[in-house]
């Protein structure tokens, strides 16, 4: 094959590289920023698929995020491809933050409910009492989720589409004075 690799890296180098990339993340970041700016559409319809992403990303569906920023950007009208681009504002850096923020918003919209002091027994209520604890915890996430995801959003929309936009310009721009060069061979030499 042409481009396999040449040893296959076992489980413990692809979790290396999930957690840490090969290079580095700017070289990361600059990736997916290239590949979001050279999407063929406008840079409202980039920048909102991108948003869904982004808001996606935000909530404690962990792998669902995809689908739900697909869903999003379908609904909103932006490019789906950005918006699993988009989807890489949660990542293994930024989950941390994003969990901890939603829940803390979650906590201060809800009621917070006196919790029962569980045992670590295991007994035939073992798994009612674990969705006891998980589903409070679980539905604060997700009501603090909400406003986080629309701040990420909307500052994930202005950065991508103020980028979009001046990236298409200047490859107008130059693609505009390569044709007349092509156009006008004689010019180049007259000046």
């Known amino acids: ?32 920023r290239k590949r979001v700016v050279r999407l063929s559409a406008s840079p409202h319809v980039i920048a909102l698929g991108f948003a869904a992403g982004a808001f996606a990303s935000c909530t404690p569906f962990v792998g669902f995020h995809f689908i739900i920023a697909a869903a999003v950007a379908f609904v909103l009208g932006g490019n789906i491809i950005a918006s ?9 850096l930024t989950f941390p933050f994003i969990w901890a923020s939603t829940f803390q918003i979650g906590t ?57 936009a001046a990236y298409q310009a200047a490859r107008r721009r130059r693609l505009n004075g390569t044709a ?12």
């Open 1 to 32: 094959m042409l481009f396999r690799q040449r040893f296959k890296p076992d489980l413990w180098e692809k979790a290396r590289v999930f957690l840490w990339p090969r290079r580095s993340w700017f070289r990361s970041f600059e990736y997916l």
């Open 108 to 164: 201060q919209v809800l009621p917070s409910p006196q919790m029962e002091a569980h045992s670590g027994e295991f007994s035939v209520d073992f798994f009612t009492q674990s969705f006891d604890v998980i589903l409070p915890t679980f539905a604060r996430m997700l009501i603090g989720s909400v406003p986080i995801g629309i701040v990420v959003a909307c500052i994930a929309y202005v950065v991508i589409r103020i980028i979009t």
């Open 180 to 191: 007349m060069a092509v156009a006008n061979p004689n010019s180049a030499d007259e000046a």
């Open 84 to 92: 699993a681009i988009g989807t890489a504002v949660g990542n293994p």
